[in-house]
């Protein structure tokens, strides 16, 4: 069982010193790639990847051109990546890469047909209370068990990854595979993974209330979305 762990890094040339050094165990296993999204970068993340990589097999990167969205870094590393098993994580280091090797144990206990999140803890109040309302919201429009949709990481079989249909290219996507496998009957598995802060620079989006407000609202699009292509 091969794991492809995809990590999209949009201007993040100050982490991935440290970003791959947390890959280090990742990617000395034999049956596992991590698999760098280089997301349009506009810094000099393109020569810190170059200067990096060869000191660390197991790890590669991709490149986007030009910057669309967080979901399309995403899937462009998911097309890219190699492995039975598919994942994604952030490059912020707010959770560690190395989360998913107990993601993994999850499918070595339960076979490869299971889909595998992180639940975080350590957050702030502010932020625990927004994911709350979030998912009380998508759980009670779509009528699936949704909750604390933006975890980290994301693990999923590549077969689950071959029945998405037209999946969003922004921030939701993470929505989009949790509820895709609810509704398509996938076993659902959690374990806790620590929240910390962000090891240098500032989040694309959560970074006030106005930034969170358009979150929302374009959540809420797609959700809505969601919610009418389930009509008859």
Not at 31 to 43: I, P, R
Request: net charge positive.
């Amino acid at each position: 069982m091969k794991f492809s762990l995809v990590i999209p890094c949009y201007n993040e040339s100050a982490n991935l010193p440290l970003l791959l050094e947390r890959c280090q165990t990742l990617g000395s296993r034999p049956d596992v790639e991590v698999v760098l999204v280089d997301n349009g970068s506009t810094d000099n993340s393109p020569q810190v990847l170059r200067d990096l990589l060869p000191a660390h097999p197991g790890c590669r990167s991709v490149r986007v051109d030009k910057n669309q969205g967080y979901g399309f870094g995403i899937l462009s590393g998911l097309r890219a990546a190699r492995g039975e098993i598919l994942g994604w994580t952030h490059a912020d280091m707010q959770t560690d890469p190395q989360d998913a090797l107990r993601g993994l144990e999850l499918f070595e206990q339960h076979g490869s047909g299971i889909f595998v999140k992180g639940r975080r803890y350590g957050r702030p109040l502010g932020d625990t209370a927004f994911t709350v309302g979030m998912s009380l919201f998508e759980t009670v429009l779509l009528g699936k068990p949704l909750w604390d949709i933006n975890a980290q990481p994301t693990m999923f079989p590549r077969a689950f990854f071959e029945t998405w249909h037209e999946p969003p290219h922004d921030f939701s996507l993470d929505l989009y595979a949790y509820y895709e496998a609810r509704r398509q009957g996938l076993a659902v598995h959690r374990f806790p993974v620590r929240f910390g802060e962000r090891a240098h620079g500032v989040s694309h989006w959560n970074v006030n209330w106005a930034a969170k407000r358009k979150f929302i609202r374009r959540t809420v699009d797609f959700s809505l979305q969601l919610r009418k292509s389930l009509t008859p």
